[in-house]
């Protein structure tokens, strides 16, 4: 079976398309100056550009883990993620506190999807 990759790089593709199934690298937000809402929410759009580039959406995920620099930070990523996620379709979900590779990155979004 065919593999597609979409923002292919040199260390990773943003995205993996396999058997009907999106997977997508973790997500961290570019202005990493912002709080945990707008880090959230920064990453939350682009966890929505390529799941709809590759065909999905977020009614369609299967599976979604969260790492989160500080557990402190979990309400208002919380927040942000109940403003988002698809009722009647929230996926099952981890969410683990974990120290980042970049420093001032305060969460990271992994996503597993259907295609629609």
Request: hydrophobic share 40%; charged share 20%; net charge negative.
């Amino acid at each position: 079976m065919e593999i597609q990759r979409l923002h292919v790089g040199k260390r990773l593709s943003e995205t993996a398309i396999h058997n009907g199934t999106v997977y997508l690298a973790g997500q961290i937000a570019e202005d990493t100056t912002q709080d945990i809402d707008g880090q959230m929410r920064e990453v939350l759009g682009h966890v929505d550009r390529l799941l709809s580039e590759a065909g999905s959406d977020k009614s369609c995920i299967l599976t979604c883990q969260i790492f989160i620099s500080d557990m402190a930070d979990f309400p208002g990523m919380n927040a942000v993620w109940d403003e988002w996620v698809a009722q009647g379709h929230t996926p099952p979900r981890a969410t683990v506190e974990a120290k980042l590779a970049n420093p001032a990155c305060l969460v990271e979004v992994c996503v597993t999807a259907a295609l629609r």
